[in-house]
């Protein structure tokens, strides 16, 4: 991906503005997280060429007005801005072949973040894009599809789901053998699919004609997850990506996300958060049939696209309006682009300051 992702959160008394690279590419209508998974060269915002984001999440703040940036980039985890980073990476890269496991990327990135004093926002792709599911879990047995040239597991397969819970725990294991467990503040949930839409589904068929979606077992997949994420990381944020339009393809299906974050915030209602990635200066179509949710737990944010680049004019508005907009949903938690972090135009930079000083917002 050409462009990066920068977190900012900010929830209770801690502000976090995070980087995380691998951000939406303007190529579809509802940007997928998973297509951004572990893009190769990670020094991105959401996924980095160093795959890591930053988050800022358990340092106290003063006031709504404190906080600081979270840079993806390499350079810029000593910006006295910048919180920490968002980590991004594949299963693939870090499970090459089962049971061999290679966290020189991860453990280079997050060596940087504890260096720096900094926190990390944790997010590694097991579905969903090129590099997140490993050849080998083909070779076990699970059932894979293809839909507009890509092959991804069905997100209810046993198989894969099996295997990802084998590699999981392995993932926390090793970060607690190497101490640096307690710099990461989120983790999100990106099996069985990063987004919760299944994107390829229309008509009740996962795909063209072999496979048909099952409510019940993908329902279940989701539940299953959230044990797993609850007992391997229990003190963590969890970031839940909530749908649009429901799941599959004119179900208009939201019943689906309350259930599944019904069953979240009955394990931990303070650690299971709404996630979106489609902020713009008018609003956020996937947090708007969940306000309910929202009142209950905090929301964290993705723009729709850069502002710096957005050919399809998918912000509709200001940075100001954007991030304003954000905050007047009860957002938390941001990813801010690179692109737009850097871009020197005062505009842009007054409109991300705004996620620290809501006063800007005239509010």
């Known amino acids: 991906m050409p462009d990066e992702t920068i977190n900012l959160c900010r929830f209770a008394a801690t502000l976090c503005l995070c980087a995380c690279s691998g951000a939406s590419q303007a190529s579809a ?22 795959d890591a984001s930053t988050d800022a999440a358990s340092t106290p703040v003063p006031g709504p007005g404190a906080g600081a940036l979270a840079f993806a980039l390499d350079e810029g985890v000593d910006n006295p801005l910048v919180d920490g980073l968002a980590v991004r990476l594949g299963w693939g890269r870090l499970e090459p072949s089962e049971g061999s496991y290679d966290w020189t990327r991860l453990d280079q990135t997050l060596a940087k973040v504890t260096a720096a004093g900094k926190s990390a926002t944790l997010h ?17 047995g699970a059932q894979f599809y293809t839909w507009n040239g890509r092959t991804e597991p069905v997100p209810w397969d046993g198989v894969f789901l099996d295997k990802w819970s084998a590699f999981l725990p392995k993932l926390a294991e090793h970060l607690r053998s190497t101490s640096t ?14 987004e919760m839409n299944l994107i390829s589904c229309a008509n009740g068929m996962l795909d063209s004609a072999s496979v048909p979606y099952d409510r019940a077992r993908y329902l279940a997949a989701w539940k299953r997850m959230i044990d797993l994420y609850q007992a391997t990381f229990p003190d963590q944020i969890k970031l839940v990506s909530a749908p649009q339009n429901g799941i599959c393809r004119a179900d208009r299906d939201v019943q689906f996300y309350h259930e599944v974050m019904a069953y979240a915030l009955g394990k931990d209602p303070q650690r299971y958060w709404l996630f979106a990635a489609d902020l ?14 929202a ?38 938690y941001f990813e801010v682009y690179a692109s737009d ?23």
């Open 341 to 363: 972090l850097t871009n020197v135009d005062a505009a842009v930079q007054s409109g991300i300051s705004a996620i620290h000083d809501p006063n800007r917002c005239g509010r």
């Open 124 to 140: 590694v792709f097991g579905a969903v894009g090129q590099g997140s599911t490993p050849e080998w879990v083909r070779a076990a």
């Open 181 to 194: 467990i307690s710099a990461i503040a989120h983790v999100s949930i990106t099996v069985p699919v990063p």
């Open 280 to 293: 713009s200066a008018t609003g956020s179509g996937r947090i708007e049939p969940y306000q309910d949710i």
């Open 29 to 50: 209508p509802v940007p997928q997280q998973g297509a951004r998974a572990d893009a190769g060269a990670d020094a991105r915002a959401m996924p980095s060429a160093a």
């Open 295 to 332: 009142a209950q737990a905090h929301v964290g944010f993705q723009p729709v696209a850069a502002f710096s680049s957005d050919p399809n004019h998918w912000v509709h508005g200001t940075m100001l309006e954007l991030y304003c907009h954000g905050l007047a949903l009860g957002a938390r």
